[in-house]
């Protein structure tokens, strides 16, 4: 669609940031990603989109500081949007700056306090900063909101694991067994459970 899109008007900033998102998500294709975004913040200096995906790009691929510039302009071109408070959080979160990610998290919930992904980073946040128990309650709060999405279950399951309870991670992977049996369920987040409970294999 963005391809499409691009067709008709090959000036369109969030068309290139999209082709970004994919790329560098999905395939893992960082020059192309690199390139698209790029592209598209000269297109729309004030998109926040293009701001948004490439702070994330930028954060994932280890550039910390840059990521993070790029998240705050997002945030600065529109202060209320919970997706880019959630996305300059989640910058930190990707540079281990998980008290700053945390109390980030907490302003964007107070924006929206039903916004599921801001509740799933939050508990990964409190987990990585050895706060289990926030970090399970967080996410079983995602879950609640969410109750379908993967990422939650293995967010959540992880969790269990790395708390000690096996039985309810055991859940957790028996929940994207039977989801993967119905529609495609990345094994990443069984096995982002399988790792916390030990079981390398």
């Known amino acids: 669609a963005a391809e499409k899109a691009l067709q008709i008007d090959p000036t369109l900033s969030e068309a290139h940031s999209f082709l970004a998102d994919v790329a560098w998500m999905y395939d893992w294709y960082w020059t192309a990603a690199d390139v698209e975004s790029t592209q598209a913040l000269p297109l729309d200096a004030n998109s926040v989109v293009a701001h948004e995906f490439y702070g994330q790009y930028l954060s994932v691929i280890g550039l910390a500081p840059e990521g993070m510039a790029e998240s705050k302009r997002a945030v600065e071109l529109d202060p209320l949007s919970p997706e880019a408070n959630t996305f300059l959080a989640a910058s930190f979160y990707c540079a281990h700056r998980?008290?700053?990610?945390?109390?980030?998290?907490?302003?964007?919930?107070?924006?929206?306090?039903?916004?599921?992904?801001?509740?799933?980073?939050?508990?990964?946040?409190?987990?990585?900063?050895?706060?289990l128990e926030r970090g399970i309650a967080e996410l079983r709060r995602a879950k609640e909101l969410d109750p379908h999405n993967p990422d939650f279950m293995g967010g959540l399951g992880h969790a269990y694991a790395v708390a000690g309870d096996r039985d309810a991670a055991q859940r957790m992977l028996e929940e994207l067994r039977q989801q993967s049996q119905a529609k495609y369920v990345s094994p990443y987040y069984s096995a982002l459970i399988y790792a916390a409970l030990g079981d390398t294999d």
Do not use: R
């Open 98 to 131: 998980y008290a700053e990610a945390i109390a980030q998290f907490h302003e964007t919930l107070e924006m929206e306090p039903n916004y599921s992904l801001a509740h799933l980073f939050l508990g990964k946040s409190y987990v990585q900063n050895g706060e």
